[in-house]
């Protein structure tokens, strides 16, 4: 298994929206790719601007078959939603051991 880490800074004030189109946008599209196992969303108690993805997949090939024009279409989709009222921050790529 492989995880998709990433750290966003979102604008307090539209985190429940951000969070929302995330999941009606970003998570509906990747579930329907072969190798998609799941995603949590982490919130940070102490930083309301800091919201994580932990993204699973089943391996590292599966989630970089995805298509490059396929993720832009899904990441303007996202823009348009939600404005720019988000940046990322951090992202990583763990392997389960």
Known sequence: MVIEFLKF???????DNYLQQDAAIWT????????FLGKEVWINPHDPTEVTFIIRWATKEQWFAIPPEDLATIEQKFSQAVGNTYE??????YQIW
Do not use: N, Q
Request: aromatic share 4%.
């Open 28 to 35: 509906t599209a990747l579930a329907k790719y072969p190798g």
């Open 88 to 93: 990322l921050i951090e992202s990583k790529e």
């Open 9 to 15: 800074k979102v604008v307090p004030e539209t985190r």
